[in-house]
């Protein structure tokens, strides 16, 4: 366990991609297997859910570092991380021999699951005691189910690569989907000879990049902004278009008479979406698609009259299980915009353009009202595009995707083969009203922001921004925050109202569960107006004028 | 426990506290310039300009520019008229001299947070307050230790005021500082070592392991050493990086800087480093993080949270003033522990921009937690 504390801090305490790599790879050269798949399963970012109820465990830590529970919540809000503050509070242990990963994990701390709280407490007390500030800390993050280190899924792809020998490619595969941690299974993940037949497992998700000029408000418009795009990308000719849609990515597997649907966070996503899983039941064995799903209207012959907005969507969305009626009223489709795998022979190697002929030949041979493939829009140039993505809104369409016909499909987000042309934000100016510290790498600077509209001589709530500051102005934000305090709740302290900032969002929609009576989707702080004063802020009334009809 | 007070020689004696003494006038009181001694008509460590200024230490945010006349301890005097104007009317006694003054009894004794930084004792009419100023338990090899003086109003710092801050043993910290340079100079770096120019150091300078390799000084902390060295304390042998001229190889040197220098064009220089950050707000991830710095070493020159209870412990006052820092959190747990403690000052001035090399400061939120105050 102390070698995989040691792991965690040296992947902690460096931000470069070379010097964790190393790190890795030195862990899993010494580590035996099993530690190896359980180190691998939690620097993915997979957890041991629900072991002790933190509230158990801040009151026993208070009790052990005596300290009343509410200094344990103020010293909680000035360090950010639960585990972190649990291993600080208590006095340091004296470190006993120790165990290898995962027989901490099988020994020590699954085992917590099923215990009666006195007995977790008696483990609590003598975990403390046997660990120091470091091993204890990745205990208690291990146990907190909050273990997040800066390592992408892809370094811990290529550590495991450089480690076995093995291109990065085979070993992301093998570790897509769902698993156990055993070393059986990292067996499986380093062994040059297997052929890989695990029929649930998906293919790496390929990303695309957003075009710069899709961050910032391109008010220009029209030609100039073709120019650019032009500039970026070279020839229109060379790239297909298509609706960049807002729903929800997913991966469509039929093998093996089996389906399965896996969500971009690698989540097998069983009986949320019955309607595509029957779909996928026409589609022959050996078949997997990329695509979206969409709440979409269908017409009474079952054709996708249009996609419905994503607040429709929503409400569907974090249902395990789907009533009729919410099936009737928001009926999904998925919408397949590419073919990665055809009589289970894997597509990927293939140009887009193959691909894109193999996935609406697969689908007119095998039709179903709840799955189709996306359309491509037909050999246009730059300025039309952009004229198109004007009206992406319209369509409830996010902006354009543009994808290289002859570009291979890849693993992540490789620059120049997928690029996403997103619409122009709404934006608005608003008052900084609320402020609250961050967590993690921002934790005891208030750095989370509550930001408000006028309605008459009244502030009204309308969004919480984190995102859109550098380092610079996130410090003077904070000193203002601490200057301008008005009252403090709990965390959360009320500010004179003074800043104005402009806040840019994706799309908004009314809401009854907000003061103001409307919901806005990704806020974001586009940018700190010092110009204005807060008189000069947008009206409540200027939000709803953006709300669509309906 | 002994008890110092002192008389004019210099000599130190013990002092009964007269607890029993109702308290008439108090002794000093707080006020937007500063602390303030009516009786002697001074300020302590004051904000602005003043016409009479007592000094604890050579921080700037403790020891500002302007006064007519300032007070201060023999040992700071090299430190002082390195910050302050020499126009000004200085006045400086050992530690444990008394000065008197309109019938105050001044003296300094040793607050452990720096070369010369002093904790001020006032005596007046039977009545003893203590402000200590930034000060720290535990052994320093660049300052006198910090020693508990009995008195009615104990005024404290709080900068680290949280039981999380636990400060570890400073040999093993330096132990770890110098492994980790002995280990970067075989892998042919440069080490950047940041801390605060002065007082910090000095400190990190004197726990230097020299055998390792040589020593360099950003040109902020080479004052301060030169003002160190001014005083008589010992330092290992440094060299100024400003008096390099032409090419030269840094690998397996140390070079002491300023954490403002950090990702500079100035840091370009030295070819492949790791760089490390001392201070106490490196106990906590985040800070450390956030400083983007290869290491954090845990080396402060204030009080942790045990040593904030074992200093009131000792000094056994009637009552507590708490200032700088997480004032309101310290008062709330000495009144729990029975003490007579109030917090003076709201605003938490701990700031990360602020002169000791701080990282974050984070005053108090009070409970509980209000749900609706976000949409």
């Not at chain 1, 158990?56 to 009790?63: D, I, N, S, T």
């Not at chain 1, 503050?85 to 340091?92: A, C, D, F, G, R």
């Not at chain 1, 037909?378 to 290289?404: I, P, V």
């Not at chain 2, 009552?319 to 700088?324: C, D, E, L």
């Amino acid at each position: 366990m102390r070698r995989f504390a040691r792991l965690f801090t040296r992947l902690d305490s460096t931000t470069k991609t070379n010097e964790k790599i190393k790190a890795l790879v030195e862990y899993f050269d010494l580590a035996d297997r099993g530690d190896a798949a359980w180190a691998t399963y939690f620097l993915s970012g997979r957890k041991l859910r629900r072991l002790v109820p933190t509230k158990l465990l801040r009151q026993w830590a208070a009790e052990r570092a005596a300290v009343p529970e509410w200094l344990f919540e103020e010293s909680y809000s000035a360090v950010g991380d639960l585990a972190e503050t649990l291993s600080l509070i208590v006095p340091p242990g004296s470190p006993a021999d120790d165990e290898s990963l995962s027989v901490w994990v099988n020994k020590r701390l699954l085992p917590l699951r099923t215990m009666t709280p006195d007995q977790q407490h008696a483990a609590m007390l003598s975990l403390w005691q046997q660990t120091d500030t470091e091993t204890r800390f990745v205990a208690m993050k291990l146990i907190t189910g909050a273990f997040r280190v800066g390592v992408s899924k892809r370094l811990i792809t290529r550590a495991i690569a450089q480690h076995a020998g093995i291109d990065s490619e085979t070993i992301a595969h093998r570790l897509m989907g769902d698993w156990e941690p055993t070393a059986a299974f990292f067996s499986g993940v380093v062994d040059p000879d297997t052929d890989d037949t695990k029929i649930s497992r998906p293919y790496p998700f390929c990303l695309a990049h957003p075009i710069e000029q899709a961050t910032e408000p391109d008010r220009d418009g029209g030609a100039p902004q073709a120019a650019v795009i032009a500039a970026q990308l070279g020839e229109a000719s060379e790239f297909a278009a298509e609706w960049k849609w807002d729903g929800i990515r997913g991966q469509l597997i039929r093998r093996a008479g089996e389906t399965f649907l896996w969500s971009r966070g690698e989540e097998l996503m069983e009986n949320r979406w019955p309607e595509i899983e029957a779909a996928a039941e026409s589609l022959p064995d050996g078949s997997v698609l990329d695509g979206e799903i969409l709440a979409s209207e269908l017409d009474p012959q079952g054709g996708v009259q249009a996609v419905l907005p994503f607040s429709q969507l929503q409400r569907r969305i974090g249902r395990k299980r789907v009533g009729k009626k919410l099936l009737s009223e928001v009926p999904v489709v998925f919408h397949a915009f590419d073919l990665l795998e055809r009589e289970g022979r894997d597509l990927r190697p293939l140009p887009f353009r193959e691909r894109r002929l193999q996935l609406t030949e697969l689908l007119d041979r095998f039709p179903h009202p709840h799955l189709c493939a996306t359309q491509l829009f037909a050999q246009q140039d730059w300025l039309t595009l952009a004229e198109k993505r004007e009206t992406s809104r319209q369509h409830h369409s996010e902006g354009l995707m543009l994808k290289r016909w002859d570009s291979t499909y890849q693993v992540g987000r490789v620059r120049g083969t997928w690029w996403k042309w997103k619409i122009q934000p709404y934006t608005i100016d608003a008052v900084l009203i609320y402020a609250q510290r961050g967590h993690g790498k921002r934790a005891s600077l208030y750095t989370d922001y509550t930001f408000a509209l006028w309605e008459g001589d009244e502030l009204v709530p309308i969004a919480k921004a984190y995102s859109g500051l550098d380092d610079a102005e996130i410090r003077q934000v904070d000193r203002f925050v601490r200057q301008h305090t008005r009252e403090s709740f709990g965390p959360v302290r009320s500010v004179t109202p003074e800043l104005v900032f402009e806040i840019a969002f994706e799309g908004l929609s009314r809401s009854t569960r907000h003061k103001s009576g409307v919901a806005t989707r990704f806020p974001r702080i586009l940018r700190w107006r010092h110009d204005k004063k807060p008189g000069d802020a947008n009206q409540l009334n200027d939000l709803k004028a953006l709300l669509p009809e309906s | 426990m002994v008890i110092y007070g002192t008389t004019p020689s210099g000599s130190p004696q013990s002092i009964s506290a007269p607890h029993a003494i109702a308290l008439p006038e108090p002794l000093i009181r707080q006020t937007p310039l500063g602390t303030y001694c009516a009786a002697g008509d001074f300020y302590i460590d004051p904000q602005r300009p003043v016409r009479r200024a007592v000094i604890t230490h050579a921080h700037s945010d403790h020891a500002r520019w302007g006064c007519d006349h300032y007070l201060a301890t023999t040992s700071s005097e090299h430190l002082l008229r390195m910050r302050l104007s020499n126009d000004a009317d200085f006045q400086f006694a050992p530690y444990g001299q008394t000065v008197h003054h309109h019938g105050v009894q001044i003296s300094f004794h040793p607050a452990g947070h720096m070369l010369g930084s002093a904790q001020i004792r006032l005596e007046h009419r039977g009545q003893v307050a203590v402000v200590a100023g930034d000060y720290k338990l535990g052994p320093d090899a660049t300052c006198a230790s910090w020693q508990p003086i009995r008195c009615h109003l104990f005024v404290t710092e709080s900068t680290f005021a949280l039981p999380v801050y636990r400060w570890p043993d400073a040999d093993q910290v330096f132990e770890s500082i110098n492994r980790w340079w002995r280990d970067s100079a075989a892998a042919g770096k440069c080490c950047l070592l940041y801390g605060y120019a002065v007082g910090k150091s000095q400190r990190l300078l004197a726990g230097l392991d020299t055998s390792i390799g040589p020593i360099y000084t950003h040109g902020a902390v080479e004052k301060g050493v030169q003002a160190y060295r001014d005083s008589g304390v010992k330092l290992p042998e440094t060299r100024y990086v400003g008096s390099i001229d032409g090419k030269h190889d840094w690998s397996g040197s140390l070079v002491l800087a300023v954490p403002s220098a950090h990702g500079t064009p100035w840091t370009r220089r030295f070819g492949a480093v790791s760089t490390a950050m001392a201070s106490g707000w490196m106990m906590i991830r985040g800070p450390r993080r956030r400083r983007a710095t290869d290491r954090g070493f845990v080396l402060s020159d204030h009080i942790d949270w045990p040593g904030l209870l074992e200093a009131v412990a000792l000094c056994d006052p009637d009552k507590v003033w708490v200032q700088h820092g997480y004032t309101a959190v310290a008062a709330r747990y000495l009144c729990e522990l029975g003490r007579d403690a109030v917090s003076i000052d709201r605003s938490g001035r701990r700031g990360e921009e602020e002169e000791d090399g701080s990282e974050i400061d984070t005053a108090p939120a009070s409970p509980p937690d209000r749900g609706d105050a976000t949409p």
